[in-house]
């Protein structure tokens, strides 16, 4: 971490654009705190006062929600882990090991970073079918699972560390499975972090591969069924009930985001003092 | 099996699990789409094979070509900037005190939320009878800008929609390389009298050139997937002047059932990522190589 | 391991002896409202109506149960997902544009059966809607409603601008009278004379389109695989719309929840959009202290050319093909026939009955501004059974039609436009 003094100037920038970046969230909370009747057509109203929870209240009332939450809390966490097991596994052959095909496979890895999800959408679903997926916490998982960018960010992020830790260990007689679980993993404490958090939000917020997976509604996400639960023309007579969704759904991963960030600071703190 | 023979094919069984899943879930599909993309198909099967009539067909399609125009211009005026801000943000913020940590809360926050409600917010920002700008533009005495209506100002609006959503992973990023650059770097600068530009510019910048070059390429192959926010807030338009190229194939396939087509699209915007992406990579110094070390 | 374990734990067995029939729709879910309530006539509401309407059959019924699983608007990309995976509900809600796309890829069952099990004449509906359900002469969904285009007005400007006559608002016969009251209005309230929504919502633009090509008698899709609008009929609609915004009559940078809004705080004389406000308009107009309170009124789109016809739409309920027992295929035509008692019902939405006899009914009659606009349920025209992709046909054609009214491209190019891109697309369907 830095000491040096930031200058006026740019603290007002800082300042300036955190402002920015908060207005629109200060906004959405302050409507989601509305009467809806009170909004229609004068979304101004949200200035002052009265305020209430009733749209929050409406949020529990519909009979799904906690199964709805349920489900995006197994779905994001169950990717979370796998993508961290998976993409630390391979992170460690592509930056540590030699093996046939190295190079290939991992351009073949970098390429999935070119592949809009929408183009693989539908034969994605085809092979679901076939396989009798939908409507499972497995389907709605394993598409996940495959991030080019896990892979790549744990490659680097090994290939940085020096190799002599290693070398020291594997000379001590530790197998390579040993040296990547006891050595090489515990320093990658941030990455893991910055990777969950990521993988987490992605998750949480995908939305259209849980609306065409997940059709039976006691399967949906939070996102998924609190889009089914809306009525037409919500933006105009339900914008507080609207906004209340919102931040309902938001509010689960931005507590993630906060564990994970001191963490995140701990973690690149120790690795700061070496 | 001697042990030089297993120790060469130990690393495969380390990047097995995810390459297994990875090539059913996701290359297989790729494939899949190629292969359709030579078919008048819909998503319920037969189909007639038609070679490359697709790919004839969408070149000839004058809306697919300025689905492509809008992806290419969006991304050159997101990336870029979008870069540019994430780093100084981290430079601004990379310090031990609360207020940091408060704001580096503050602009990872917009992260938390979903495409949906992105749009949503923005909706109210944008619009210009009903929005915040419209608001403050009338406040100042000024007609209200129609951000989501006027063909040269939607591109820039999705823009600035997507730079305030998206700036708080680049930001992350780039704390974290400026946490790997070693203290005793700064010392040295220090001591050689070095101001505050010049360690910038020889110590922090050269320092954070593979994360830089990280952020500018992972941004480039996301933003021209660019699709949430244009099929959200103006569902491409008007006239089609912020329909991306997903937006386009998301048409073609869930709108129009052209499974074939909407293929062809796919793989030509596939193809032009990995071309742009490559180029970045061969023109920047191959950042995936062992340059660092 | 875990994940399996949850996985076999949500999927288990119902243990009743009852015939359970899979309704998926869309509307919305208000268990907590009405979740247990059966009492139709108490329920409010698109939601509200439907869910108690259901609820009513389960308690009714004694043999069935409808299983309800509600989607996310409108919810074909899923339905559409569950065929292709072989595994449809038993009974979906539908518009009626979308039937055909279903229907020529023989996913939908033919309905008379059920009607017929369910004691209900084909001719007990009315026209439009039966028109909307019908392709190559089979029916193939219950129809539920008619809904399409109407003018939602604002009396009070309407009186300021003196269009007001013996309580009723004076609506244009001709373009040019239309134009000449609008300047009027416009210069005697200082307000747009029409809110359009034309940002993000092709739905709007094309309802013009269409309807008035078709009152002009000339078919809009002449054949399964031609759109034709570049005509004289066509570019004399689209320079109207034109003109009428380039002079600042109607509004050109709304969408619709703004048009919404500004309709409600009487920012405008018109705003044509469909059936499905009328409830929440005249909740405001009810309401003390609002804008539009004790002001508003509603018309049918007015005839300005040829024939008064106007462009509609419609839900109705479609039974995907699946195997079916016979108690299942029984329940269904039961539900059916509990569905067309409570059309009435539905009615009270703003959507117009698809019940003749509802219909003609004093008591729908009875309800507010039902009169002025049941005969739209007659001179009401969905586009002929054999066009497939209605709605991404409408989404192109609204598309360019929005881009010739707010002069963003030239008429003759945005409707050549439309109609080389959807003839394009027609042509490879097999």
């Known amino acids: ?274 | 099996m001697s042990a030089g023979v297993q120790r060469r094919w130990q690393g495969l069984l380390f990047v097995a699990p995810f390459l297994l899943l990875y090539c059913t879930i996701l290359i297989y599909p790729l494939l899949k789409g190629a292969w359709l993309s030579l078919y008048r198909v819909d998503l319920f099967g037969g189909g007639t094979f038609v070679g490359l009539g697709n790919y004839g067909r969408l070149f000839a399609d004058p809306v697919f070509w300025q689905s492509m125009a809008n992806t290419l211009l969006l991304a050159l005026m997101i990336v870029p900037l979008l870069t540019a801000i994430a780093l100084a943000l981290a430079l601004a913020l990379n310090r031990a005190t609360r207020g940091a940590a408060i704001l580096r809360g503050v602009f990872f926050s917009s992260a938390v939320l979903s495409v949906t409600i992105v749009t949503l917010i923005w909706r109210f920002v944008l619009a210009p009878d009903a929005g915040l700008l419209g608001e403050l533009w009338t406040a100042a005495g000024w007609a209200p800008l129609p951000f989501l209506s006027d063909q040269s100002l939607v591109l820039p609006a999705l823009a600035v929609t997507t730079i305030w959503w998206s700036v708080g992973f680049p930001m992350l990023l780039f704390l974290a390389g400026l946490q790997q650059i070693p203290h005793d770097m700064y010392e040295a600068a220090a001591l050689d009298g070095a101001g505050r530009w010049t360690t910038f510019t020889k110590v922090t910048l050269p320092a954070l050139k593979r994360t830089t070059i990280l952020v500018f390429m992972l941004q480039t192959a996301a933003q021209l997937q660019l699709f949430g926010q244009s099929q959200l807030l103006t569902a491409g338009g008007p006239s089609g002047a912020s329909r991306t190229a997903v937006l386009f194939l998301f048409e073609s396939a869930f709108g129009r059932w052209e499974l074939g087509y909407a293929s062809a699209a796919a793989e030509v915007l596939f193809v032009l990522i990995v071309a742009v992406t490559l180029t970045q990579y061969a023109l920047t110094g191959r950042p995936g190589a062992d340059n660092a070390r | 391991m875990l994940l399996f374990a949850v996985l076999a734990l949500s999927s288990c067995t119902r243990a009743d002896d009852k015939t359970h029939v899979y309704l998926q729709r869309f509307f919305g879910e208000c268990g907590a409202e009405y979740g247990g309530k059966t009492d139709v006539a108490k329920a409010e509401g698109e939601c509200g109506i439907i869910t108690t309407v259901t609820n009513a059959f389960n308690a009714t019924d004694g043999k069935a149960v409808v299983d309800t699983n509600v989607i996310a608007w409108p919810g074909y990309p899923q339905l559409t997902a569950q065929m292709a995976a072989r595994d449809p509900p038993d009974v979906v809600s539908m518009h009626e544009n979308v039937i055909s796309d279903y229907a020529s890829k023989e996913l939908l069952e033919p309905v008379e059966p059920y009607l017929k099990a369910a004691g209900l004449d084909a001719a007990s509906f009315t026209k439009a809607s039966q028109e909307g359900v019908t392709i190559g002469g089979r029916m193939y969904g219950l129809p539920w409603d008619t809904h399409g285009g109407l003018w939602h007005i604002n009396t009070k400007l309407f009186a300021q601008a003196g269009l007001m006559r013996g309580g009723k608002p004076v609506l244009p016969s001709s373009p040019q009278e239309l134009l000449t009251q609008a300047r009027q209005f416009r210069k005697r309230t200082g307000k747009p004379y029409l809110i359009q929504s034309l940002v993000g919502d092709p739905a709007g633009a094309a309802r013009n389109l269409y309807t008035y090509v078709m009152a002009q008698g000339q078919p809009v899709f002449p054949d399964a695989r031609h759109l034709k609008v570049n005509t004289p009929e066509g570019r004399r609609v689209a320079e109207f719309f034109r003109q009428l915004t380039a002079e600042g009559l109607g509004t050109s940078n709304m969408d619709t929840p703004a048009a919404i809004a500004a309709f409600m705080s009487g920012e405008g004389g018109i705003y044509p959009t469909g059936t499905w406000m009328i409830g929440q308009f005249q909740q405001e107009s009810a309401t003390p202290g609002r804008p539009l309170y004790g002001s508003y009124a509603v018309m049918n789109y007015p005839r300005l050319w040829g024939q008064h016809v106007i462009y509609v739409g419609g839900h109705a309920w479609v039974v995907p093909k699946r195997e079916r027992t016979p108690a299942q295929k029984a329940a269904i035509a039961r539900l059916f026939r509990f569905m067309a008692q409570h059309n009435y019902d539905w009615a009270r939405t703003g959507h117009l009955p698809a019940v003749t006899a509802v219909l003609d009914s004093p008591q729908f009659r009875a309800l507010p501004h039902r009169a002025d606009i049941a005969p739209l349920a007659d001179i009401g025209r969905p586009l002929p059974g054999y066009v497939r992709r209605q709605s991404a046909v409408e989404g192109i054609v609204g598309e360019e039609m929005a881009g010739a009214i707010t002069g963003q491209k030239s008429v003759p190019d945005a409707l050549a436009t439309a109609e080389r891109r959807v003839n394009e697309f027609l042509a490879e369907l097999d």
């Open chain 1, 1 to 274: 971490m830095r000491a040096d003094r930031l200058s006026p100037v740019a603290w007002a920038l800082v300042l300036l654009g955190a402002a920015i970046m908060l207005a629109p969230l200060v906004w959405t909370v302050l409507l989601s705190l509305k009467a809806n009747a009170e909004l229609v057509g004068n979304s101004g109203a949200a200035l002052h006062g009265p305020y209430t929870l009733q749209n929050y209240a409406a949020i529990f009332g519909t009979s799904q929600t906690m199964r709805w939450l349920l489900n995006s809390a197994i779905v994001s966490l169950g990717t979370t882990a796998g993508v961290l097991v998976l993409c630390s596994l391979a992170g460690y052959g592509f930056a540590r090991l030699d093996f046939p095909f190295r190079r290939t496979l991992f351009v073949l890895v970098l390429l999935g970073l070119a592949i809009p999800s929408q183009a693989v959408i539908l034969p994605q679903h085809q092979l679901f079918a076939t396989l009798h997926l939908h409507n499972s916490y497995p389907g709605l998982i394993l598409p996940g699972l495959t991030t080019s960018f896990g892979v790549f960010f744990m490659t680097q992020y090994m290939k940085a560390i020096p190799t002599e830790l290693d070398e020291a260990a594997m000379l001590d007689g530790a197998s390579r499975f040993r040296v990547f679980w006891k050595v090489i993993l515990p320093l990658t404490v941030p990455a893991q972090s910055a990777l969950a958090v990521f993988t987490f939000l992605g998750s949480w917020n995908d939305y259209w591969w849980p609306l065409i997976s997940a059709t039976r509604s006691d399967m949906y996400t939070l996102t998924v069924g609190l889009a089914a639960a809306q009525m037409n023309y919500a933006q105009t007579s339900g914008l507080g009930f609207l906004m209340a969704q919102a931040v309902f759904a938001s509010v689960p991963i931005f507590i993630v985001y906060l564990i994970f960030q001191r963490q995140i600071i701990q973690a690149m703190a120790g690795a700061a003092l070496k």
